[in-house]
């Protein structure tokens, strides 16, 4: 009914959770096969008690070294980073990491899809954008002190708005099948 | 010098680490970007020391619903799990998750390049077997009762020995290359 939709409607939900729901739902439809990878994890103690499950008791959150997400799609290896950004015309670069940068970058030569998927929160837009801007404004800004940004225009004039349906939520594969196919 | 040679041989690395180290040339090497993926965690609480990195101090690990590695080669979606066996003739198929197995299906029917790669570790022979063999023996001991290993006549039969070198340590993509190309 009406109040149940709205309960799981756009506003509840993160970027990552929605992008779950939309993965969990090409999976059901037999579409692609795409995951976010885990979270990745340095464990430094473990409890191994008697009769119960083995439970980390020191661990730290480490920095990955790739993207959050990968899989296939019609024979074809897909990769992106999902990003936030609170700002209504830009996203820093330094929402990105390097080694991440440098994933993409070889992902694509070595002839997978790499991309980012950026949601501006102000306006609730969805942008994906192809790695190599990205990696583009990376090296400039290093390079020759170029913005430390990615700014909005570079995402609607490159770029491509992401349809945002009930289901699926973000349906960014349709924009993969028109842009890369 | 020789020393060094023996300590990092084959005896001391479990078959997860020697493919670590296998995946790392490749991405060095420029031919492959094959990762494992992290350990999924539970993760329950969390502390947030002042002027020092969040400490997680209570965790449980999950079982994993993919397979360990996945990345991309020659364009091709690559898709793997890896085990060892201490049976000199077979691997118990308890040894494989359910998710896992429809996992490696999916993967297939989407056009990519999935597979097991097993290491009989009494005489440190290592196996790739396409997926599909694996899906037909657990779709068989479930439905007919059928044996619940996977003997090692399987393997050499309709797979494939992988060759073992210092650099790459287990040269598995040589097959895929062979194989699926
Ligand atoms: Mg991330
Ligand atoms: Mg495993």
Known sequence: NQQVTVNYGKRGMTLEEALNVTNQYYIESDQAVIYKKPTPIQIVHVDYPKRSAARITEAYFRKASTTDYNGV?????????????????????????EHQVLHMARIKRHGGIGFIIVRF???DEIYLLDASYLENRWNEAIQKSGRKSLPKTLFQEKGYLVPQNYLPRIDYLRVIK???F
Do not use: M, Q, R, S
């Open 73 to 97: 799609f019609l024979g074809k290896y897909i990769d992106f980073e999902a990003k936030e950004t609170t700002h209504p015309n830009y996203i820093p670069l330094k929402n990105f990491h």
């Open 121 to 123: 929160t102000p306006t």
């Open 178 to 180: 028109d842009v890369y």
